[in-house]
Structure formats: C-alpha cells, structure tokens
C-alpha cells in the first residue's frame, strides 16, 4: 500500500555557539540532532526524516535558515500549535519561524536562490567576554581600508580552490560571489559589544566547506600586512598556488538571509 507523505518548509535561526555544527555526529551536541531529539518527542511515533539548507560549522549561528520536514501518514493540520509545542521543547538557543506545506518538486538544496552570510569582528584591545558567541576578536590592529579592498576581489565567479579544507575530487572549485563587503556593525548591538565592530557580508549561491571563514581569514592577513592585495588576485585563478592556512574562528559567522527560488 502506497504511504501518504506529507513536505513542510521549517524556517528556523539559532545560537551555534554550544553547537558541534549543524549535520548529526556521534557523541556530539549538533543543531540537527537537537531538532531531530526534539521532533521525536513533539511527532509522537510517526515516521519523519529532516534535511537541512546547509551545514554549518561548529560554532556558526543563524539568524535565518531552514530545514525540510518529510513525514508520512499523517499531515500537520495546525501549522500554530506545531509551532507552539516545538517551540516549547526545544532549548532557548534555537527557535522555530514558520512552517509552510510543498510539495514534492521543491528541493531545498536545489531551490536555494541566494545565502547571505555575516562576519562580525572586532580588533585591538580585546574584548567583552560576552562578546565569544557573536563575534571574532584579533588582537591585533588591522588596515580596516585595504580590507575593504580586498573584499571588491572576491566578487565574481572565480576558482575557489584556495578557500576551501579537504578538497575533493570532482568538487566544483567555481563559486559566483554576487556580494563581497564590509562595513561598521550595525546587524548586532548590545551594551557590552566594543564601541566599534565590523561585518564582513558575503552573498552567493552555494559556498564550500570553510569558504567563507578563509575569505575572512585571507582578508585578516591582509589587514596584518601578511598577504597583498596581489596575492588575493593571484588566489582565485585557475593556476592559484598559494597556501592559505588561516580559517578564522567559527563563532563570529552566521548565516542572514536564505531565499529560495
């Protein structure tokens, strides 16, 4: 007998601070493994499984993602209270938007438009230590000005080769960057940030595995007088023999915005 299956769209964002990341890892606390723990108990027994947008790092937050829902047999009738009980249960750092019903064309990987993600920073003195979850902080102080330069170079479809860890074989190295900047602060705001912090926005359509944190890390090194603004061109072509090594910390990147095609 053919089984009913019943697509739901879950936005969510949470704090991935306390987080091994997002995909499930024996012996570690993961987002996906928290909401799966969760989704057991509030589903009461019905078969379920769950895909993500993304796999995010350990330490990596989100303002907004989401995650697909496929459950069989019964469909749920109040989409409100589903929001309620999961809300209810699952721990305050993460939290559940909206739910919406498709259907079985939509892919959440392949439907996926566009990912804006954020890096906060700060540098110099160090600072609060309330600051860890939100945002990275080098001690150092760093060209602000050149760093804003070097960010223009990353726009465009490049070989991103460079900026990715464990590469493997048959991995598509040509990444289109729509978006690649940065500027004061002004997404995050608390009375123990430090009186000025930055954010680094990137925005594309799919990024490799620390891509975005070694961007970060490049332009960290471009802000320490490590690295020229010619070695970052000379990074994303195709003939690119330059090793970069610094991954900046997890805990300053989260993901914005998500949007779907």
């Known amino acids: 007998m053919k089984r009913n299956k019943y697509y739901y769209l879950i936005q969510l964002q949470y704090l991935g601070f ?67 009980v999961f809300n209810m249960n699952l721990p305050p750092d993460i939290k559940a938007l909206e739910i919406k019903e498709v259907d079985t064309l939509f892919n959440i990987i392949q439907n996926a438009k566009t990912k804006e993600y954020v890096y906060l920073f700060s540098f110099g003195s160090k600072h609060h230590p309330f600051c860890a979850p939100f945002m990275a902080n ?25 900026y990715t860890a464990r590469l493997r074989e048959n991995t598509d190295v040509m990444r289109t960057i729509e978006s690649c900047k940065i500027k004061p602060n002004t997404l995050l705001t608390a009375n123990f940030f430090p009186e000025t912090s930055y954010a680094l926005y990137v925005t594309g359509k799919g990024f490799m595995r620390y891509q975005i944190r070694m961007i970060m890390g490049a332009l960290v090194q471009l802000g320490r007088n490590e690295l020229q603004l010619q070695d970052v061109k000379e990074s994303l072509c195709d003939s690119n023999n330059l090793q970069l090594t610094f991954v900046a910390p997890g805990s300053g990147l989260l993901l914005n915005q998500l949007e779907f095609e």
């Open 18 to 84: 306390r987080y091994s990341g997002w995909q499930k890892q024996p012996q570690q606390r993961t987002v996906e493994g928290m909401i799966t723990k969760t989704l057991k108990f509030v589903l009461e027994g019905q078969k379920f499984k769950i895909l993500g947008a993304g796999r995010t790092d350990a330490k990596v937050s989100a303002i907004n993602t989401a995650f697909e829902l496929f459950l069989e047999e019964t469909p749920i009738e109040d989409h409100q209270k589903f929001l309620e």
């Open 138 to 162: 080098f001690h150092e102080n760093l060209d602000v000005e050149i760093m804003k330069e070097g960010a223009q170079l990353f726009v465009g479809t490049h070989n991103f080769s460079a």
